[in-house]
């Protein structure tokens, strides 16, 4: 309930709305204890008083009654009806809905045909229908647009509730012998709740707004009573003449249906879950590149060179330092290896190359990415285009959701071919034929008209590194590409890129969890551990001679084949939130080896030209 208000009082728009609407439903409420005039008492020769008129704050109306009483108890009413008439509309909908969903099969049809048939009508004719057949009056106005509602309570809830009805924990309370009465009130109302909560809250303006426009029509509230829509109604004939009749009921009105519509649309991104993870933050094209000068100047490393590079995430208050002075660079033809366990900051990292973080709330907050000398992370936008898989591309973990579900592989191929190279359309067909070939996909011809669900795990990731390949790039950064297939399949693929390389001396950066992937790959390994590079060296040396103590418990977390009955030993505790980083070494917590100085000041990297070291307890001395 905390996290609920405080998200929803982080949408400004939702907290004016919710203080506007506060204030009106306290007004609505302490209006009969107020000293006002009664609301119904004629004075002719008082008619049409101007606003600030003494006696009469808000003015007189054609009858001289007295506008501010009438339009506080006309707003207590048309509040009250409105409300009402959104819990009832809300209720058998939903009522409705839960039923149709649950049941299902003919229950569910002829139930939902009869809403559908409501449906069918314009549902303002259908309220004015409803109307004249139990003629003109507040409560038959609040039966009609109830009426009208109900239907799209019912659709809605029936949907969220058959997803649900499918589902094993409905099968386990059907199991436990639970009835249906029963199963529906504590197993399925919880679950929809908040999706009736967030309807009701999109509508009651809406149901006001209805009720107001009956009343205006002379249908609703009958004279002397007021409620907004009548008011409205009855100053139409002075709308030229005296506006602030009109003027006054119509600002209460915009009010009321403007505050509940943004509390409305705040509640509804606070409660439904697909908002709630940010759905509606549309991240920049480019991660956001804030360094104030905190720039290092270029050293001639590699074809790819990330130099102190920072990454960080900035949430409400809190700072996230995901990747921290991270250096890395990759040669022609080399493969480097990252690896460090999950939340290390590896794929922000390789994120943050092209500019792929999202922003917000990522931001690049120091460092440079020079990819032949020139930093990416000045580059505009449109030369940052050009580059992302032309010279460097991506592989991800798992090629179900990178590859779009509904086109044919061979489309998608052919797509990320003339993003970035115009040729006619045959031509692109025979490259991706080719492509498909060199990744070893078996009868390309055909293959290029499956759609990605026809394939298997395997096949998929070969033709997401197809994908990769398609420009030619010079530079590969594969996410985990393994981690979701199993081992026969990793070995086929980790050989595939290793061949792919060596044909085309391409540059991989290869992020993993997993030494054994890393020692079949690899020429270098970097060791991440918090955000920060811990460990970097000659995949052979490394295997051979861990300096860390984390590189040493990595390892020994990778079974062997053949190495007899060993202990696979997992390291205890967790690694660290990155929000609030202890001084010094962030895995002394966690070593055997820690004293007290590996928790004072920061450890710098340091060992040979090759191999380096960030500790202070090496396992062994870098010559
Ligand atoms: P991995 O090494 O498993 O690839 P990541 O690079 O994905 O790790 O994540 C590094 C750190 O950044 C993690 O601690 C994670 O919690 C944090 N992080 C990643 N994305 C976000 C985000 N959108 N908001 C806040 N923190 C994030
Ligand atoms: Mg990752």
New binding site residues.
Partial sequence: MTTFLKLLFRNRLAAVGAVVLAAILLLALITPILPLADPDVTATADRFQRPFSTGHLLGTDHLGRDLLSRLLWGTRLSLAVGIVAALVAATIGSGIGIVAGYFGGRTDNIIMRGVDMLMAFPYILLALAIVAALGPGLMNALIAVAAVNIPFFARNIRGVTVGLAGREFIDAARLAGMGHTRIILTELLPNVLSTIVIAMSTTVGWMILETAGLSFLGLGSQPPQADLGSMLGEARSALITNPHTSVVPGIMIFLIVMSINLLGDGVRDALDPRLRSGALTRPRAVTLVDRRGNVPHADQKGLLNIQQLETQ?H?GPRV?R?VNKVSLHVNPGEALGVI?E????????ALSVMGLV?SP??VITGGAVRYEGEDLLAASYDSLRRKRGNNVAYIFQDPLSTLHPLYRVGDQLIEAIQAHHKVPDAEAKARAIELLKAVRIPNPESRIRNFPHEMSGGMRQRVGIAMALANDPDVIIADEPTTALDVTVQAQILSLLDDLRRERGLAIIF?THDFGVVAQLCDRVAV?YA?RIVEEGPTATILEHPAHPYTKRLMACVPELGGGKRELAAIPGLPP??SDLPPGCAFAPRCTKATEACQQGEIDLAGTATHTVRCIHPEEELA
Wanted: hydrophobic share 45%; aromatic share 10%; proline share 5%.
């Fill in positions: 995430f949430v996230y995901a460090g999950s939340g290390s900051g590896k794929s922000v990292t999202a709330p990522g992020i991440m955000g939130v990155v």
